[in-house]
């Protein structure tokens, strides 16, 4: 392919004159791993095509909503007929209740749901839901969780547990992220240390419970277990991110995953978005009654949204989870991911390069160290140049991971033995070049 004729490299540039670096989200970019974006032209079951015709095995499908495959034929169908029968209406449809009721069988923890367009959006609504529930205004969350762009989640942690964070993006300042307290990510001494100094004053703790922001990092059993207990000594609400784990790991979500160690566990507001959404832009928070009622029209937390509900994204949404509850689908893409993940393991194996690999339900994440990596400092000491490499070889032959060694990857129902077979058939090349 020469400069000439590579229809992705003169889209980028065409891009970068209109758009802020050529793409409407950062990571899109390839900045951490260098080289031309992929522009998608089309995309069918587990693959997608860029703008030069070659195909791809998709395993980012769109970050997570993906869960069934590109144009899976109930959704088209249910989109179509949707879209027929009007955009936006701006007034409450069914199809918003349907939904509801939908996603409130699934998850036991959440009596009420509010529906909004982006997890952003959920996890800022959850944010200012806890601060007004309880009238407190710390907020704790951890390294290497990412909750949206929302200012006060843009935050790394300050110089001890006295002092509050310091704003990651400019454009944010000090003030605002004054009352956001960041930990390390299962480090148990650590949150016990941060709630005996703040707990009276914290509104929330707010964590991804198997984060997919730093590669694939599962937060452990004990931790979870402690984050839940001082939460109810003191009086916080327990926020579980879930956008990107929600009905991704499994039908009962993350929450499910830790109910199955920690009998009775739930938190206390739930975020979800992604597979909700069904590849429409559609995210929810919700939780038990007496918090959600204390949002706007009912009570004084506000929250509202133009295009919140959406009559063409519930549909894509419900159709989506009707699809994923059918009895074995879980299992059927469990057992995909794993063949994948034990596949790259062999060939990483074969080559004697260092690997670990991890992964639940449809998301997974492999790390070029022999053992799973436990928070964000570990993760990021990831040799930047060997993953490159396996990136980029990766890409070459037609196969896209995440184009950055601190995201997660994702399994669809449409992936096939065949894809996975000659995904692990690559791996075996790349491997060795490493
Ligand atoms: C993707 C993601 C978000 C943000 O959702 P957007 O729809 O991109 O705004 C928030 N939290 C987690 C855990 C995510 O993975």
């Known amino acids: 392919m020469t400069p000439d004729t590579d229809r992705n490299l003169q889209l980028f540039q065409r891009a970068q004159k209109v758009i802020p670096g050529g793409v409407n989200s950062p990571v899109r970019a390839f900045k951490a791993v260098g080289g031309t974006p992929r522009f998608v032209s089309r995309a069918q079951g587990a693959h997608f095509w860029d703008a030069n015709g070659q195909r791809y095995i998709d395993y980012i499908g769109s970050w997570g909503p993906m869960i069934l495959g590109h144009g899976h034929p109930a959704v088209v169908e249910a989109v179509q007929k949707a879209a027929l029968d009007g955009f936006s209406f701006g007034a409450p449809t069914e199809r918003e209740v349907e939904l509801a009721e939908e996603i409130l069988g699934l998850v036991p923890s959440m009596d009420m749901v509010r529906l909004v367009s982006s997890g952003t959006e959920a996890g800022m609504s959850a944010i200012r839901l806890a601060r007004g529930a309880t009238g407190r205004s710390k907020i704790l969350k951890f390294e290497g969780c990412y909750h949206g762009h929302a200012d006060a989640l843009l935050v790394k942690a300050g110089s001890g547990l006295a002092t509050f964070g310091n704003p990651t993006s400019a454009g944010v300042p000090a003030e605002v992220v004054q009352h956001t307290l960041v930990l390390e990510y299962n480090n148990i001494p650590q949150l016990e240390e941060a709630f005996a100094l703040h707990g009276p004053e914290l509104a929330c703790l707010m964590i991804e419970p198997i984060a997919g922001n730093m590669n694939f990092v599962r937060a452990s059993v004990p931790f979870m277990q402690r984050c839940r207990e001082l939460c109810t000594q003191h009086g916080a609400l327990f926020v579980f991110d879930e956008v990107m784990t929600g009905f991704r790991v499994g039908l009962g979500s993350a929450q499910g995953v830790y109910a199955k160690s920690i009998p009775g566990f739930a938190p206390d507001i739930t975020v979800l978005g992604k597979v909700i959404g069904g590849g429409m832009p559609l995210a929810a928070f919700g939780g038990k009654r007496a918090v959600m009622e204390m949002l706007a029209p009912l009570g004084p937390v506000y929250q509202a949204g133009t295009l919140s509900g959406n009559p063409v994204a519930t549909a894509c949404g419900l159709v989506t989870l009707r699809e994923i509850r059918k009895p074995g689908f879980y299992e059927a893409l469990g057992a995909k991911t794993q063949k994948l993940m034990t596949g790259l393991k062999g060939a990483a194996d074969k080559a004697g390069v260092p690997f670990s690999v991890d992964s639940e339900g449809g998301m997974f994440g492999f790390f070029l160290f022999d053992t799973l990596p436990q928070n964000y400092a570990k993760v990021m000491t990831t040799d930047n140049k060997r993953f490159n490499t ?44 490493l």
């Open 390 to 433: 396996l990136f980029h070889g990766m890409l070459e032959r037609g196969v896209y991971f995440a184009p950055a060694l601190y995201e997660a990857g994702f399994v669809s129902a449409a992936h096939t033995d065949a894809d996975l077979a000659e995904t692990i058939e690559m791996a075996e090349v790349v491997f060795k070049l």
